[in-house]
């Protein structure tokens, strides 16, 4: 059974309702018990200095001092993601008519998306909070991500995803030898199965149910990482994927957190959310003007981001106005042509949900939403080998010859 409460979390005090501000002490908890809003963590930073996390590990440990982790986290086993490189995309910038433009690539994370980074924390808190499995429902990369961390640290994964996955992302995950079980049914239906489970089996870890607060705060290293890799600076815009919502939102929160602490200068940003049109129920409530948004049924290609009831969707209206940003969708053609713009003119090759993201950055550059003048990021959170069904039917080669050179002249190639 959980511990009911944790003495080695590093810089985390305590776990605050979003909406009614209570508080409690750390410990397995995830909904606030005076009006069942979520939690999430509170801290008390201390002293850091950019010098203090440039001195750390070259993964995302080098902000434990910002992290709900033990402080000695480093000599745990874990997958040790992060610090992913962030390319300047001058090609793809000049096809959109943007003047500076990047791309924030966590498909150079151990299991290949920015999954690795939630699952380090929260199997970090796990263990600090007594828990005996990793667990998790998955839309795909976050089972990988959950097998590998489980199968790094030597305890056992159970994981829970829709039995209609991409095969890649099913292979992925089985590979790591963890309990894996297929549900009939969408992410939704899932994610309702695994907090029952959680209700019963007392020494698993949900990481994005009963550990959801220190799960979460994972993002806001993407958030950290890009601000020092542009020279400790925030970008004037940056563009989200939006599943559950809370990579948008923490990624918010690191840039907060950093200003706070006198880590970069106080400047204004824009943060824009990015869905499928057919998993779009927050790019939805934006358009109507909704305070929250309806939940859909998804049917998309982008399936990593195929989520019909996101936990944090509220929030990410809340951010997106907040900073004078948008919501916006992209149809599942323009997500197809998202991937192939950003591998043809970048050499990176994203899975569907980079290629709502980039679908999403054509559509705000060509409406003139956002500024073309602005210093912009994308994230691109995952690797396009686990969605290649999605680009099979529209690639193919060049030509197929025979080897002659008089068949190499007649295909017109030269």
Not at 344 to 360: K, L, P, R, S
Not at 362 to 387: H, R
Request: charged residues 20%; contains cysteine.
């Amino acid at each position: 059974m959980a511990l009911t409460s944790a003495t080695n979390l590093g810089p985390a005090t305590a776990l605050t309702c979003r909406e009614c501000g209570h508080s409690r002490d750390l410990g397995p908890h995830y909904a606030c018990e005076e009006c069942f809003g979520p939690l999430e963590i509170s801290y008390d930073f201390g002293d850091v200095t950019r010098a203090s996390i440039e001195a750390g590990p070259r993964n995302i440990w080098r902000y434990k001092g910002l992290l709900p982790v033990p402080s000695h986290i480093e000599e745990t086993p874990n997958t040790e993601p992060g610090l992913t490189r962030l390319v300047r995309a001058d090609h793809l910038a000049e096809t959109l008519g943007l003047t500076r433009l990047w791309v924030k690539d966590d498909s150079g994370n151990p299991t290949h998306s920015f999954k690795d980074r939630v699952v380090a924390v929260a199997l970090a808190a796990a263990r600090e909070l007594g828990f005996k499995v990793l667990a998790c429902p998955s839309t795909g990369n976050l089972a990988n991500a959950v097998a590998a961390a489980a199968a790094r640290a030597g305890i056992r994964s159970a994981v829970f995803v829709p039995s209609d996955l991409e095969a890649q992302k099913i292979i992925t995950t089985a590979v790591y030898g963890g309990t894996f079980v297929t549900v009939d049914g969408n992410y939704d239906d899932v994610n309702r199965l695994a907090s029952e489970i959680a209700g019963e089996q007392e020494d698993w870890a949900f990481v994005n149910v009963n550990v959801r607060p220190y799960y979460a705060e994972g993002s806001k290293t993407l958030g950290y990482e890009i601000a020092e890799q542009l020279g400790w600076r925030l970008p004037d815009q940056i563009v989200v994927p939006v599943a559950s919502g809370s990579q948008l939102t923490k990624i918010d929160k690191a840039f907060q957190e950093l200003i706070k602490l006198g880590l970069v200068e106080d400047k204004p940003y824009r943060v824009f959310g990015a869905q499928p049109a057919g998993c779009d129920p927050v790019a939805h409530a934006f358009k109507q003007g909704w305070d929250v948004f309806r939940p859909v049924k998804p049917d998309t290609i982008a399936k990593s981001l195929a989520i019909g009831n996101p936990a944090d969707g509220t929030y990410v209206l809340d951010v997106a106005r907040r900073t004078g940003g948008t919501v916006e969708d992209v149809t599942d053609e323009q997500v197809v042509e998202g991937i192939r713009l950003l591998a043809a003119t970048e050499g990176i090759f994203g899975e569907t949900a980079g290629g709502v993201t980039v679908g999403v950055l054509k559509k705000l550059a060509e409406s003139g939403t956002l500024d073309p003048s602005a210093e912009t990021v994308i994230i691109n959170s995952g690797d396009g080998l686990k969605t290649l069904d999605a680009v099979a039917p529209v690639v193919a080669p060049t030509a197929n010859i025979a080897p002659t050179l008089d068949a190499f002249r007649a295909a017109g190639i030269a």
